[in-house]
Nanobody, 121 residues
Framework: QVQLQESGPGLVKPSQTLSLTCTVS??????????WNWIRQAPGKGLEWMGS???????YYNPSLKSRTSISRDTSKNQFTLQLSSVTPEDTAVYYC?????????????WGQGTQVTVSS
């Protein structure tokens, strides 16, 4: 069974960069044809797709966040990362990583448990 787990600091200061890592076990992030996604949910809000990493290493971003978002991978560690720059308190959310099993569909079969990130001075 594929497992994903988010990790990173739970508190980030405004204007700084939020950095999270998703560690994948039970499957390779390079395996066709899965995509690997970052999704977040702010308090009282719905899920917001942030971006994804394709099995080939190509990245895709939510246009509303693209200017601040960077997703990368470390295949040797079977990990992919999220960096969100210039954060504000509105970026406070639970951040999830998830596997998209049909590319381009936003259909997820495995999720991490989520990690709370608070943006505060």
């Amino acid at each position: 069974q594929v497992q994903l787990q988010e990790s990173g600091p739970g508190l980030v200061k405004p204007s700084q960069t939020l950095s999270l890592t998703c560690t994948v076990s039970g499957g390779s992030i390079t395996t066709n044809y899965y995509y690997w996604n970052w999704i977040r949910q702010a308090p009282g809000k719905g899920l917001e797709w942030m971006g994804s990493l394709g099995y080939s290493g190509i990245t895709y971003y939510n246009p509303s966040l693209k200017s601040r978002t960077s997703i990368s991978r470390d295949t040797s560690k079977n990990q992919f990362t999220l960096q969100l720059s210039s954060v504000t308190p509105e970026d406070t959310a639970v951040y999830y990583c998830a596997r998209e099993f049909r590319p381009g569909t936003l259909e997820y079969d495995y999720w991490g448990q989520g990690t709370q990130v608070t943006v505060s001075s």
